[in-house]
């Protein structure tokens, strides 16, 4: 009964290469959030869905594009992988847009680009 | 944009001692102000969170203080035990915008 689901949990590959990560909650909240912690822990929002809508997109290169096939899911693409895009990246979900209600964080992926 | 300032990065305590993380944030507007606690290997939880129109919250071992005039809110966890090492983060929004994170605090509580 997982309530924000990342897959996978690791990831290894390449510089150059396509990656996709999925993220899943059974919440029933209608926001959906990608964030990116770097080697220093500091967490930084890259975009923001509700009800399937982008609604922030944090200066993210374009080489990242979000999908959102549902309010329950917010997929993560990236493409020509580089060494700085090595971090964790974490899935978040939330009910209400941006008002003032608790974001439910995913346990992160781990992406290393060698 | 907002800003948020966390001290200290690192903090060790005694097991049943207090612990005390301070933020500061720079938006005079921001009305929301969460804390999460990140263990190894998993994702940010939240542990506490509190909004403009109160001063203090308190949740068992846990609360957090805001002082709105010196636009600071603090972290305090008493008797702390060994499960309360982590890594805290406090955060702080306004209306519709993005939260914004402070950089951490790695807590250690040693036994």
């Known amino acids: 009964d997982t309530a924000v689901s990342q897959t996978p949990k690791y990831l290894v590959t390449q510089m150059g290469n396509d990656k996709s990560i999925k993220c899943e909650q059974n919440l029933g909240h209608d926001t959906m959030y990608w964030y990116k912690q770097d080697s220093k822990k500091f967490l930084k929002i890259m975009f923001s869905?509700?009800?399937?809508?982008?609604?922030i997109n944090e200066t993210v290169p374009n080489r990242f594009s979000p999908k959102s096939p549902d309010k329950a899911h917010l997929n993560l693409h990236i493409n020509s992988l580089e060494l700085g895009d090595s971090a964790v990246y974490f899935c978040?979900?939330?009910?209400?847009?941006?008002?003032?209600?608790?974001?439910?964080f995913g346990d992160g992926t781990r992406l290393s680009i060698l | 944009g907002e800003n948020v300032e966390q001290h200290p990065s690192t903090l060790s305590v005694q097991e049943g001692d207090s612990a005390v993380i301070k933020c500061t944030y720079s938006?005079?507007?921001?009305?929301?102000f969460p804390w999460y606690k990140q263990e190894l290997g998993k994702g940010p939880q939240l542990i506490i969170d509190?909004?403009?129109?109160?001063g203090e919250k308190k949740d068992q071992r846990i609360a957090v203080t805001l002082n709105k005039t010196a636009k600071h809110f603090s972290l305090h966890i008493t008797e702390t035990q060994p499960e309360d090492s982590a890594v805290y983060f406090c955060a702080g929004r306004s209306g519709n915008t993005p939260l914004v994170f402070g950089k951490g605090t790695r807590l250690s509580v040693i036994a």
């Open positions: 938006d005079s507007a921001s009305n929301y």
């Open positions: 978040a979900s939330s009910q209400g847009g941006h008002a003032n209600q608790p974001q439910h």
């Open positions: 869905y509700n009800n399937k809508e982008l609604i």
């Open positions: 509190i909004r403009s129109n109160v």
